[in-house]
């Protein structure tokens, strides 16, 4: 299994920026790629940006295309996301998500999750 902790969340204003980061440990060499997603309130989960282990490639939700950026580094194993000029419908909780895969399997692990509120 891998886990996932979240950190960096919290309250800021409009145009403002904010960077999550996601410790993982266990079984890291199993990850096949990684990702935020995040939930508002009365809203389903979506994927927010994705980066592959192999190449890192990236993925990115069009709504933050432009001003969010996905890295990780593997030495530290952890991802980050770094989030600029800030929206209030960015408000949400963010989640990071791992996919694992081994022996023909595939899961997802998710983090707890941290909250993210923008408004003025």
């Known amino acids: 299994q891998v886990q996932l902790k979240e950190s960096g969340g919290g309250l800021v204003q409009p145009g403002d920026s904010l960077r999550l980061s996601c410790a993982a440990s266990g079984r890291i060499s199993m990850i096949y790629a990684m990702g935020w997603y995040r939930q508002a309130p009365g809203k389903k989960r979506e994927m927010v940006a994705l980066?592959?282990?192999?190449?890192?490639?990236?993925n990115y939700a069009d709504s933050v295309k432009g001003r969010f950026t996905i890295a990780r580094d593997n030495t530290k194993n952890t991802l980050y996301l770094q989030m600029n000029n800030l929206r209030p419908e960015d408000t949400a909780v963010y989640y990071c998500?791992?996919?694992?895969?081994?022996?023909?399997?595939?899961?997802?692990?998710w983090g707890q999750g941290t909250q993210v509120t923008v408004s003025s």
């Open positions: 998500n791992a996919d694992v895969r081994a022996d023909g399997a595939a899961w997802d692990n």
């Open positions: 980066i592959l282990t192999s190449g890192g490639s990236t």
